[in-house]
């Protein structure tokens, strides 16, 4: 049977969902781990049908309107539906969930689409709000296709608005053989300890036929089974501390060393004490379809892109390359340079800047959740990474391209300017969006008259 997501984006489920009552133990280990998308918090009804029918009546025709039966024995034809029907604001409880058959037990679980725009509070989405691509296709993804729920090549999706010039053909790659753009693409949903899906957010080990996370047994709490062969040529395994570990009969929201986990609480307002730290694989992940965005430094990531670094000069954005890299003038040094001005509220961090998220060494726990701070300047340091996630959210922003800032701005934060997340600066800032890592000003910000 086909698995389908009922969770996020780049992208995304690591949150634990609360239960009214307990759900059963695990079949194979004997742990309540309380997490809906594990084992035993799974609820087979809430999303599949085993007859086509609920309350006497084809829920295929009476619940979307849209012929059926559906393929999966699935309540929704398109997947991407599927999972908006309970990550979707206004309808992400038991008692709101957009399916038929979901009873209300007192579960809530995380939005990656909002009605409005705006996050609601004690909410963390760090992967942007899927509101923004439906008012505007530019300004994030929009997996609104199904394959073979309709016909390939056809929008599917009834949330999900398709994207009127590129449909389901991803800028600067493909996808490879298939046309199915949902959220299935990127995210699984029947298991977070399994083979096929990683540990951060359940993002698939293996997407468009590449391998993006090797073997990684020897890190965090991954273990045998969560691998997926050797990692392809030019791709980095995905590695996190998002998951937990079993231990005996208890599930535990430590890694096995004891330090805790890195994902952000997705039922707390996200901030540089509540945020993701990355750690290996996501650049790989993303270019498994945007291979041509990629590349540089040595490394290759499709068929048809040649390396992008030829005589010292980037043809493009380097992404996967140390901050620290030899013959760069940016990088670690502006990312951490403390601007001499007024800026007591909202300044340049010395360390890790949540706002503008680094790839962290993923070898060790040099870095953990607690010390990965703005304000600690050893919790950024010159081998960490850029990635597609320090420009980019996995799923959309109020921002042409998903970018965590308005690129078609200054790149300069004017004195009483609030900057992406809406906190304002009280003194002129050039280490904004671009300036972040290529302040042209120095130490010192100089008030600008736009």
């Excluded at 634990?16 to 079949?27: C, K, R, T």
Aim: hydrophobic share 30%; proline share 5%; aromatic share 8%.
């Amino acid at each position: 049977m086909k698995s389908v997501l009922l969770g996020l984006l780049i992208l995304v489920a690591s949150a634990s969902i609360a239960f009214g009552a307990a759900p059963s133990q695990d079949p194979n280990t004997g742990v309540n781990t309380q997490l809906y998308h594990s084992y035993d918090g799974l609820i087979c009804a809430d999303c599949h049908t085993i007859h086509n029918s609920e309350d006497g009546a084809a829920v295929s025709y009476a619940y979307s309107g849209a012929n059926g039966p559906y393929q999966a024995l699935l309540y929704r034809g398109d997947f991407t539906d599927l999972c908006l029907s309970c990550h979707k604001q206004g309808q992400n409880t038991s008692a709101t969930a957009a399916l038929p058959s979901v009873a209300n037990t007192g579960w809530t679980a995380p939005i990656v689409m909002t009605l409005d725009g705006v996050v609601p509070a004690n909410t963390a989405m760090p992967s942007g709000d899927f509101y923004y691509s439906n008012l505007d296709p530019k300004k994030g993804h929009n997996p609104a296709y199904t394959e073979g729920a309709v016909g390939s090549g056809t929008a599917t999706s009834l949330f999900m608005q398709a994207d009127p010039v590129l449909g389901d053909n991803p800028p600067g790659g493909i996808l490879d053989g298939t046309t199915e753009w949902s959220c299935h693409s990127c995210h699984g949903m029947h298991s977070r300890f399994s083979s096929s899906y990683t540990a951060w957010r359940q993002v698939k080990r293996k997407v468009n036929g590449h391998v993006v996370s090797g073997d990684v047994t020897g890190f965090g709490v991954e273990t045998a089974t969560g691998n997926k062969g050797a990692t392809e040529a030019g791709f980095e395994p995905i590695k996190s501390n998002s998951r937990g570990d079993v231990i005996g009969t208890n599930y535990l929201n430590v890694r096995p060393d004891g330090n805790p986990l890195e994902g952000a609480d997705l039922f707390q307002t996200e901030s540089d004490v509540n945020k993701n730290v990355y750690r290996g694989g996501f650049s790989s992940f993303c270019s498994a379809c945007h291979g041509d965005f990629h590349g540089g430094n040595g490394e290759t990531r499709t068929v048809n892109n040649t390396n992008t670094r030829i005589g010292g000069a980037w043809l493009r954005h380097p992404t996967n390359i140390k901050m620290n890299e030899a013959g760069s003038k940016y990088g670690i040094g502006t990312y951490t340079k403390q601007v001499t001005n007024a800026q007591s509220t909202n300044p340049n961090p010395v360390g890790y800047d949540w706002r503008y998220p680094l790839i962290q060494p993923d070898d060790d726990f040099t870095v953990s959740v607690t010390a990965a701070a703005m304000t600690d300047p050893l919790t950024a340091i010159g081998d960490d990474r850029l990635s597609c996630l320090t420009c980019h959210k996995a799923h959309a922003t109020q921002y042409d391209n998903m970018t965590r800032w308005d690129a078609q701005g200054h790149a300069f934060l004017q004195n009483g300017a609030d900057d992406m997340n809406g906190v304002p600066s009280n003194g002129d800032n050039p280490a904004y969006g671009c300036g972040k890592c290529h302040q042209k000003g120095g130490a010192v910000a100089f008030v600008k008259s736009f």
